[in-house]
Nanobody, 128 residues
């Protein structure tokens, strides 16, 4: 059973920064594209960012482009989400996800149903 564990969430003022981390098992991580999604109460899970298994391709939601950066450290089986210039509308539970199938193109990476494994989520709260 794959296991993804997120960390790094918390409370921050608008304009501040946070860095989310997600650790995975070697078996899960080495062949997976990785994604970050977020969810607020009463709404569906929303795509935030994704990175290919090699790290050569990254994808972002329009709402976070230029503020968030996704990266991965394959040697340590970790993926990160650097979040800068945070806004109150970024407040959500953030989830890390792994996709072990071959994924091509933006429409694939942004799809919740494409991902096979999910972490438990970490809360990010941005105060105004």
């Amino acid at each position: 059973q794959a296991q993804l564990v997120e960390s790094g969430g918390g409370l921050v003022q608008a304009g501040g920064s946070l860095r989310l981390s997600c650790g995975a098992s070697r078996r899960t991580f080495s062949v997976s594209a990785m994604g970050w999604f977020r969810q607020v109460p009463g709404k569906g899970r929303e795509f935030v960012a994704a990175i290919s298994w090699s790290g050569g391709r990254t994808y972002y939601a329009e709402s976070v482009k230029g503020r968030f950066t996704i990266s991965r450290d394959n040697a340590n089986y970790a993926v990160y989400l650097q979040m800068n210039n945070l806004k109150p509308e970024d407040t959500a539970v953030y989830y890390c996800a792994a996709d072990q199938d071959y994924c091509v193109g933006y429409n694939c990476y942004i799809s919740v149903s494409e991902y096979d494994y999910w972490g438990q989520g970490t809360q990010v709260t941005v105060s105004s």
